[in-house]
């Protein structure tokens, strides 16, 4: 499968978001919320993450996650996550509540396209109490992209996390994912130095993946 097909079938099965053109969105992308060691930035900017969330919450927007919303490649499992950040999901779930959130998975989080993968990772930070508090909880969805609809306009919006662009990233994303994990991450750690797998760390995948999201969007009008 080509990435221009892998990009075709990501349109075709969008989730559908109906919204007005007075419609509040925030729109976040790669948090890569890690375990708060010294390989995760995340860490640096959770301060301010949460102050604008809280924001955005009080003042009615409806919250879209872009895509590695966690990190999944350097971190084996997902508690040490939850524990280190338990505010920020928190957060998160004041919107879920409301309905005002939604989330697509990118390569560093995407077990979660897996329902199963998402109620399991849930039952271990959230057990629920009874029958009803399950079924509220345990029907949150990931999902590999969105199209915003918007109300009396010919045009409409595309999200998606965009690894789609990148044959090896989503094609191989468990190679990836083995690389940076056993490999980029201790010398990461130890050095400083980058994943050099990742666009927004690497300059010449980044200019390959635009160029790709480019082509299609140009294809596609």
């Known amino acids: 499968m080509g990435m221009q097909t892998i990009l075709d079938s990501a349109f075709k099965n969008a989730k559908t978001i109906r919204i007005s053109k007075s419609s509040k969105i925030i729109l976040i992308s790669d948090l890569h919320k890690g375990d708060n060691s010294y390989a995760n930035d995340f860490s640096h900017n959770m301060h301010i993450y949460e102050h604008a969330l809280n924001q955005y919450y009080e003042n009615n927007y409806t919250y879209i996650e872009l895509g590695d919303g966690v990190e999944l490649w350097e971190n084996y499992s997902f508690e040490p996550i939850y524990k280190a950040y338990q505010s920020t999901f928190d957060l998160k779930k004041k919107f879920y509540d409301q309905q005002r ?50 109300e009396n306009c010919e045009k409409n919006i595309f999200l998606l996390h965009g690894h789609q662009a990148d044959w090896f990233n989503y094609r191989f994303w468990k190679m990836s994912r083995f690389f940076v994990r056993y490999f980029w991450r201790p010398i990461q750690k130890g050095f400083g130095v980058k994943d050099p797998t990742s666009p927004a760390k690497n300059y010449k995948t980044l200019v390959r993946v635009e160029e790709n999201l480019a082509q299609w969007i140009l294809k596609k009008r």
Not at 115 to 123: D, H, S
Not at 125 to 141: C, G, S, T, W
Request: cysteine-free; aromatic content about 12%.
């Open 101 to 150: 959130l939604h989330l697509i998975w990118g390569n560093h989080d995407m077990i979660f396209r897996d329902p199963k993968a998402v109620e399991k990772i849930l039952y271990k930070v959230y057990k629920p109490k009874n029958i009803r508090q399950k079924e509220a909880l345990y029907d949150l969805q990931y999902h590999e992209s969105i199209l915003l609809e918007i």
